[in-house]
């Protein structure tokens, strides 16, 4: 059984200038720990396995620790996928859709909730498919396209009834420079109340959460790729379950354009109220902000300026890290890890391989 306590659906999230601006963040006490040892060695005397080690050839040094086998989120029980294809698609009612990026903002951000009738089962981290009303240029319908699902398995309503998405209108000028909408981005983004929408999934297991309520979780969004994470924070901060009691840290870096295309601010604000201790966020506004050396402010860069705290908490085996948005932000992302694991005599490369086996490492770009 599981309550939410805060469901207010705070949408309008985007007009006023960022709150947790890096100096705020730094200044805040749950910067400085998060209750968190925050060296390995600190880690040890509190009784926390450390996964990271540079490889040594020296028979005295201290055995590997050995891990403790997890169950893999792969074979998690009660995750449905692909109920429903195309073919077949469930047909869900729009029951809001609201423009969650200010007007000056670069591109529209819409929040939509669907009505389900608990028909639509899936956990946080899955995605459903959208097929958009009317025929290709073939005479075809059109394909699916999918969206990560923005709500706790609860949904917005907390009666586990609703579906709700986080999607970008996509419209470009194309080499001929005539403007191109998007098919399905444009459908849903224009869907009334009360309209139909055919729903496929739902699908995913990748960006499952992990089960363990006292492990550090890395949300690394860019734009929309915010999507997972609200439903992972929102199970973490505004519901409440008997078997789920998020007391770990729940640590989100989020990029975009500018701080009128801010996503989810003030909710993401109110949970920090909450659970100070728990919850840290760092906004990149690659179009407002710079780094000492002068460059655009993108997720990786604003990562950076953490960096040997993010090293850390990637030592420790119940650190999980989740990235969802561009294709590009992961380069990014390895280019701050790589020195860092270098240093300590470790290929990032290879320890990332090893994170991502062990499900600690979980990606989802596009
Ligand atoms: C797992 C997954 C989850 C996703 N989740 C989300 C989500 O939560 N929210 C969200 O908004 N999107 C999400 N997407 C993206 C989404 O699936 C669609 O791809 C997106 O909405 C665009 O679809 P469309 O039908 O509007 O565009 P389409 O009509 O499919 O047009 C897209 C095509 O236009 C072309 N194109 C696009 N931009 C340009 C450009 N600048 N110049 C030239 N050509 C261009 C490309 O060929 C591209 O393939 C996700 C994708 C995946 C794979
Ligand atoms: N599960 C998934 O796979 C999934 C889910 C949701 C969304 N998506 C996809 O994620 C993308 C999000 O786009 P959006 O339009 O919503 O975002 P957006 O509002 O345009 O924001 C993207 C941010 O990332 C920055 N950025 C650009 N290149 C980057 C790079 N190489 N590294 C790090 N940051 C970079 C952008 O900066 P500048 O623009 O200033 O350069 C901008 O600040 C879309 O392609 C969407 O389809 C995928």
């Given at each position: 059984?599981?309550?939410?306590?805060?469901?207010?659906?705070?949408?309008?999230?985007?007009?006023?200038?960022?709150?947790?601006?890096?100096?705020?963040?730094?200044?805040?006490?749950?910067?400085?720990?998060?209750?968190?040892?925050?060296?390995?060695?600190?880690?040890?005397?509190?009784?926390?396995?450390?996964?990271?080690?540079?490889?040594?050839?020296?028979?005295?040094?201290?055995?590997?620790?050995?891990?403790?086998?997890?169950?893999?989120?792969?074979?998690?029980?009660g995750?449905?996928?692909?109920?429903?294809?195309?073919?077949?698609?469930?047909?869900?009612?729009?029951?809001?859709?609201?423009?969650?990026?200010?007007?000056?903002?670069?591109?529209e951000?819409?929040?939509?909730?669907?009505?389900?009738?608990?028909?639509?089962?899936?956990?946080?981290?899955?995605?459903?498919?959208?097929?958009?009303?009317?025929?290709?240029?073939?005479?075809?319908?059109?394909?699916?396209?999918?969206?990560?699902i923005?709500?706790?398995?609860?949904?917005?309503?907390?009666?586990?009834?609703?579906?709700?998405?986080?999607?970008?209108?996509?419209?470009?000028?194309?080499?001929?420079?005539?403007?191109?909408?998007?098919?399905?981005?444009?459908?849903?983004?224009?869907?009334?109340?009360g309209?139909?929408?055919?729903?496929?999934?739902?699908?995913?297991?990748?960006?499952?959460?992990?089960?363990?309520?006292?492990?550090?979780?890395?949300?690394?969004?860019?734009?929309?790729?915010?999507?997972?994470?609200?439903?992972?924070?929102?199970?973490?901060?505004?519901?409440?379950?008997?078997?789920?009691?998020?007391?770990?840290?729940?640590?989100?870096f989020?990029?975009?354009?500018?701080?009128?295309?801010?996503l989810?601010?003030?909710?993401?604000?109110?949970?920090?109220?909450?659970?100070?201790?728990?919850?840290?966020v760092?906004?990149?506004?690659?179009?407002?902000?710079?780094?000492?050396?002068?460059?655009?402010?993108?997720?990786?860069?604003k990562?950076?300026?953490?960096?040997?705290?993010?090293?850390?908490?990637?030592?420790?085996?119940?650190?999980?890290?989740?990235?969802?948005?561009?294709?590009?932000?992961?380069?990014?992302?390895?280019?701050?890890?790589?020195?860092?694991?270098?240093k300590?005599?470790i290929?990032?490369?290879?320890?990332?391989?090893?994170?991502?086996?062990?499900?600690?490492?979980?990606?989802?770009?596009?």
């Open positions: 059984m599981a309550a939410v306590t805060a469901a207010a659906v705070s949408l309008r999230s985007s007009t006023t200038t960022p709150s947790c601006s890096s100096k705020a963040a730094a200044a805040s006490p749950s910067h400085s720990h998060c209750g968190f040892p925050r060296t390995a060695a600190a880690g040890r005397r509190h009784g926390l396995r450390i996964r990271a080690q540079a490889v040594s050839t020296d028979a005295s040094a201290p055995p590997e620790p050995v891990k403790e086998k997890k169950v893999s989120k792969k074979q998690e029980e995750v449905v996928t692909n109920k429903y294809r195309p073919k077949e698609p469930y047909v869900g009612k729009c029951l809001l859709n609201t423009k969650i990026t200010a007007d000056d903002a670069p591109g951000t819409w929040h939509m909730v669907f009505a389900t009738d608990g028909e639509v089962p899936y956990k946080e981290g899955q995605s459903i498919g959208v097929v958009a009303d009317g025929l290709d240029k073939n005479g075809k319908p059109h394909k699916l396209r999918l969206y990560s923005a709500s706790s398995a609860l949904g917005d309503f907390g009666d586990s009834k609703t579906v709700s998405l986080c999607v970008k209108r996509l419209v470009y000028t194309n080499d001929q420079g005539e403007v191109v909408k998007g098919v399905c981005s444009n459908f849903l983004c224009d869907l009334k109340p309209a139909d929408v055919n729903i496929t999934g739902p699908v995913g297991k990748e960006m499952l959460m992990p089960k363990d309520p006292n492990a550090t979780i890395i949300m690394l969004a860019t734009g929309t790729g915010i999507a997972p994470f609200r439903s992972f924070l929102w199970k973490m901060f505004f519901e409440k379950y008997e078997d789920y009691k998020f007391n770990g840290l729940g640590w989100l989020l990029g975009v354009p500018t701080s009128s295309s801010l989810y601010k003030e909710e993401f604000g109110k949970m920090k109220a909450k659970a100070p201790e728990n919850f840290r760092d906004y990149a506004i690659s179009r407002e902000e710079t780094n000492a050396e002068g460059q655009k402010m993108y997720i990786q860069t990562m950076a300026e953490y960096k040997d705290e993010l090293w850390e908490l990637l030592k420790k085996d119940n650190t999980y890290v989740y990235m969802c948005g561009l294709k590009g932000m992961e380069k990014g992302i390895d280019e701050i890890m790589i020195p860092l694991a270098a300590e005599g290929d990032w490369l290879d320890y990332r391989k090893q994170l991502k086996k062990s499900e600690q490492w979980n990606v989802e770009v596009y």
